[in-house]
């Protein structure tokens, strides 16, 4: 099993950039393909990126493609997802996930191992 600890949200204000991470335990990400989704009030849970364990593969949604960049750090069992020229519309919970054998990487059904999320919002 792995433990999923995200971290680095906040307030910035639009074109700004935060960087959050997504810190695991307990096995290494080297192992899952580690996505990052998003969830604002009232919405579905949105898939935005993932990076895969295998071969290090990234794949991005086209609304966040060109400004976020997800990252493993294998040294520190951490991903990270660089948001930068960050919208309005990216204010929402980010959540990081895990899985194993994942097909649809799009779909939250396919992970196991979920973080408690981090709040970003967007705001001038």
């Known amino acids: 099993q792995v433990q999923l600890v995200e971290s680095g949200g906040g307030l910035v204000q639009p074109g700004g950039s935060l960087r959050l991470s997504c810190a695991a335990s307990g096995s290494s990400l080297e192992y899952y393909t580690i996505a990052w989704f998003r969830q604002a009030p009232g919405k579905e849970r949105e898939w935005l990126s993932i990076?895969?364990?295998?071969?290090?593969?990234?794949y991005y949604t086209p609304s966040v493609k060109g400004r976020f960049t997800i990252s493993r750090d294998n040294a520190k069992n951490t991903v990270y997802l660089q948001m930068n020229s960050l919208k309005p519309e990216d204010t929402a919970v980010y959540y990081c996930?895990?899985?194993?054998?994942?097909?649809?990487?799009?779909?939250?059904?396919?992970?196991?191992?979920w973080g408690q999320g981090t709040q970003v919002a967007v705001s001038s």
């Open positions: 996930a895990a899985g194993g054998g994942v097909v649809l990487w799009y779909s939250p059904n396919d992970y196991g191992y």
């Open positions: 990076i895969r364990g295998n071969d290090g593969s990234t």
